[in-house]
């Protein structure tokens, strides 16, 4: 079946400091790849994505690079801000009908200043 | 430029009520989803409909139902609320033809006394 598997929270990273939230999954056949963010009392906010191996997805800084390889996803970002702390899920959409998306349990990133 | 919208935003029922969680998206999106987020457990995916006049179960469908009103609606109803219902309710959409990601509104705090 489908799934996504993330690094486990809380991360507390000093502003400037790189970020590296790991994510792999699990899917029979090639699916689609998305980084979502959530801030506190809000909805998720798609963050950046890709759609097929070897893509980089960019956004605000963040990047991930799909490898098929290894079947990973994972988010990075040069120099976190204060600003960056929120709950971040990695996600995949149903390779087959694109009808359902699976997402990781979410990871949790405070920066302080 | 509302996106999806969700009422209402808190909620407190006691258990054994009824109530309905509406959404409205104003994207022309033709799949919507319904998701619950709890700690630990990250989003799992209620229902969802694919289309207008389509709908099928997710991972947790067990105590819920749900209406494609039209194009743009799609409710969640809960015909007797139990404790382990306490959540935060999500609604979702997307174009699913060109493979857009999920747009998603602010959620519904339901609280089950």
């Known amino acids: 079946g489908n799934s996504v598997t993330q690094m486990e929270g809380p991360v507390t990273l000093s502003e400037e400091a790189f970020l590296t939230i790991n994510c792999t999954y699990t899917a029979t056949g090639y699916p689609s790849l998305f980084w979502y963010v959530q801030y506190p009392g809000e909805g998720l906010q798609l963050l950046l994505k890709?759609?097929?191996?070897?893509d980089k997805g960019s956004n605000k800084g963040f990047e991930a690079t799909y490898r098929k390889e290894t079947t990973s996803f994972h988010l990075e970002k040069g120099s976190v801000q204060v600003s960056d702390s929120a709950v971040y899920f990695c996600a995949l959409s149903d390779p087959n009908t694109g009808n359902q998306f699976y997402f990781g349990t979410g990871t949790s990133l405070t920066v302080i200043p | 430029n509302a996106g999806v919208t969700q009422t209402p935003k808190f909620q407190v029922l006691k258990t054994g009520q009824s109530m309905t969680l509406q959404c409205a998206q104003d994207m022309n999106h033709n799949s919507m989803y319904w998701y619950r987020q709890d700690p630990g457990m990250g989003l799992r995916l209620i229902y969802y409909?694919?289309?207008?006049?389509?709908?099928d179960k997710g991972e947790v469908p067990n105590g819920y139902n749900v209406s494609r009103l039209n194009k743009r609606e799609f409710s969640l109803r809960l015909e007797s609320a139990a404790p382990s219902q306490t959540s935060v309710y999500f609604c979702a959409s997307r174009d699913r033809i060109s493979n857009q990601p999920q747009h998603f509104g602010d959620g519904t705090r339901l609280s089950i006394l």
């Open positions: 890709a759609t097929k191996a070897d």
């Open positions: 409909s694919a289309s207008e006049g389509t709908t």
